[in-house]
């Protein structure tokens, strides 16, 4: 059985496009639909309540575009809303968290975890949880680091002030961990400067590239797989800010030309 209707991606802006960029690696053939709320990024600040309200309007924006299955690519809104929406659906919805989860605790050897997030992400122990009940030997350090989204959602994660606020967050964990989970899509674009920080010998984990891998399995499982010889009508884009900033981002990060829309939610 093959189901040709697209891939749906969710974020509070650009950071999903880290997934994104994997999946088609990863799964040429598959078509995406991919909304980023940048009008209202970053999650990480924000009430639950908000975070859940805003996380159920992009998932009905989705709905709209007959997705075959919705990808949280938002540590955040994984953490908040993903149980709620996966039970209230009735296609696969899959988040970001459990397949990182899964990653730290196949690379450690030391058996500690460090863990950086969005302060919702961080506030809510899902990271800790997942990875504990998985491993209940392992240790883990969680750290907010709030100020990492904005530096991306406003194109400054190759500026030297990216470089200065990367040392000055991680300067605690730096020797303490040997495996680190960037606990939100966003910080993969960060990832050579806290690569550099914390020293080659720490395992980074790109929660989003374990997604990737997850949705392929996923596909199979449910076999709506996209034919590879269906028409190809493009990957869609969506944001909720302007288009010519996230168009900025998404081109340099996925290394093409693609056509974004603005809507209202």
């Given at each position: 059985m093959m189901d040709n209707r697209p891939i749906g991606f969710l974020d509070s802006g650009v950071g999903g496009l880290t997934v994104a960029r994997e999946l088609m690696r990863q799964l040429p053939h598959e078509e995406i639909v991919y909304i980023g709320d940048s009008a209202r990024a970053p999650y990480g600040p924000r009430p639950a309540e908000q975070i859940r309200e805003y996380t159920w309007q992009l998932v009905h924006f989705l709905l709209t575009k007959d997705v075959k299955m919705?990808?949280?690519?938002?540590?955040?809104?994984?953490?908040?809303?993903?149980?709620?929406?996966?039970?209230?659906?009735?296609?696969?919805?899959?988040?970001?968290?459990?397949?990182?989860?899964?990653?730290?605790?196949?690379?450690?050897?030391?058996?500690?975890?460090g863990v950086l997030g969005t302060s919702m992400t961080i506030q809510s122990d899902i990271y800790r949880q997942k990875i504990q009940a998985l491993s209940p030997e392992t240790d883990v350090s969680s750290l907010a680091c709030p100020k990492f989204a904005p530096l991306v959602e406003s194109n400054s994660y190759q500026s030297s002030l990216a470089k200065k606020v990367v040392y000055e967050t991680l300067g605690g964990l730096k020797g303490k961990v040997d495996t680190?989970?960037?606990?939100?899509?966003?910080?993969?674009?960060?990832r050579p400067i806290i690569q550099n920080v914390m020293?080659?010998?720490?395992?980074?984990?790109?929660?989003?590239?374990?997604?990737?891998?997850?949705?392929?399995?996923?596909?199979?499982?449910?076999e709506i797989n996209r034919s590879r010889t269906a028409?190809?009508?493009?990957?869609?884009?969506?944001?909720?800010?302007?288009?010519?900033?996230?168009?900025?981002?998404?081109?340099?990060w996925l290394d093409r030309t693609i056509d974004v829309e603005r809507v209202t939610l």
């Open positions: 919705i990808v949280f690519a938002c540590n955040t809104a994984t953490a908040v809303a993903w149980e709620e929406v996966k039970e209230a659906l009735d296609i696969p919805v899959l988040g970001v968290i459990l397949p990182g989860a899964s990653a730290a605790i196949k690379a450690t050897k030391s058996g500690k975890v680190l989970v960037l606990g939100c899509t966003h910080y993969p674009l960060l020293g080659q010998e720490v395992k980074l984990i790109d929660s989003g590239a374990e997604c990737a891998r997850d949705i392929s399995v996923l596909l199979n499982y449910f028409e190809k009508t493009g990957h869609k884009f969506y944001t909720t800010a302007s288009p010519a900033a996230f168009r900025d981002i998404a081109e340099s």
